[in-house]
């Protein structure tokens, strides 16, 4: 498909056949892919992924990768450290 339209876009991609469960939208803006997967969501139709989304898990997946590898060990309870949750640190924070 290849329009600049998020309106026909999000028609296009609910006019796909019931069996198609996802699909992947390139060359749009953020404002406008996350327009039509929010239009697309909300009219029961397939999960839209963009070209942001890819990216966000390519570069977390790369953030977590290189924090394991340099011995960082994983924070539990949120991300928070404890001197911002207000607790006293006992440790470099």
Same mark, same amino acid.
């Given at each position: 498909m290849t329009t600049g339209d998020p309106h026909q876009l999000t028609e296009r991609i609910l006019g796909l056949p019931?069996?198609? =469960?996802?699909v992947f939208v390139v060359g749009v803006g953020h404002r406008e892919s996350a327009s039509v997967q929010r239009e697309v969501t909300e009219r029961g139709g397939?999960?839209?992924?963009? %070209?942001?989304? *890819? &990216?966000?898990a390519?570069?977390? @997946? %790369?953030?977590?990768?290189? &924090?394991?590898?340099?011995? *960082?060990?994983? @924070?539990?309870?949120? =991300? &928070?450290s404890p001197a911002r949750r207000?607790?006293?640190?006992?440790?470099?924070c």
């Amino acid at each position: 498909m290849t329009t600049g339209d998020p309106h026909q876009l999000t028609e296009r991609i609910l006019g796909l056949p019931t069996g198609v =469960s996802a699909v992947f939208v390139v060359g749009v803006g953020h404002r406008e892919s996350a327009s039509v997967q929010r239009e697309v969501t909300e009219r029961g139709g397939p999960v839209v992924l963009t %070209e942001l989304d *890819v &990216l966000t898990a390519a570069v977390a @997946a %790369e953030a977590i990768t290189t &924090l394991r590898r340099r011995g *960082v060990p994983r @924070a539990r309870g949120g =991300s &928070l450290s404890p001197a911002r949750r207000g607790r006293r640190c006992w440790h470099r924070c």
